[in-house]
């Protein structure tokens, strides 16, 4: 079982993007992350923690937040991010 859940949860790391692609969320296999905001490269940067399909973000002034990942989408704070292939 848990190695069925830590594989899940890598499947997770890569580049989620919007659909209009202004907010681009890097999820890096160290359990760091790199957020950019339009032309604005590394406008977020922290950590994040992975359970189950569930994840907190704790960016590098101490801000915090939290998604889900369903059916493929990252659902986080009123956005929707999309796998970029």
Do not use: C
Not at 27 to 36: F, H, M, Q
């Amino acid at each position: 079982m848990e190695q069925t859940n830590k594989a899940k949860q890598t499947s997770y790391v890569g580049m989620w993007v919007t659909k209009d692609g202004y907010i681009r969320h890097e999820l890096l296999p160290n359990g760091r992350y790199d957020e950019a905001r339009g032309n604005r490269k590394s406008a977020y940067q922290g950590r994040y923690i992975l359970n189950g399909d569930h994840i907190d973000y704790v960016d590098d002034t101490g801000f915090t937040a939290d998604g889900d990942f369903r059916n493929g989408v990252l659902y986080h704070a009123g956005m929707i991010l999309y796998r970029e292939e």
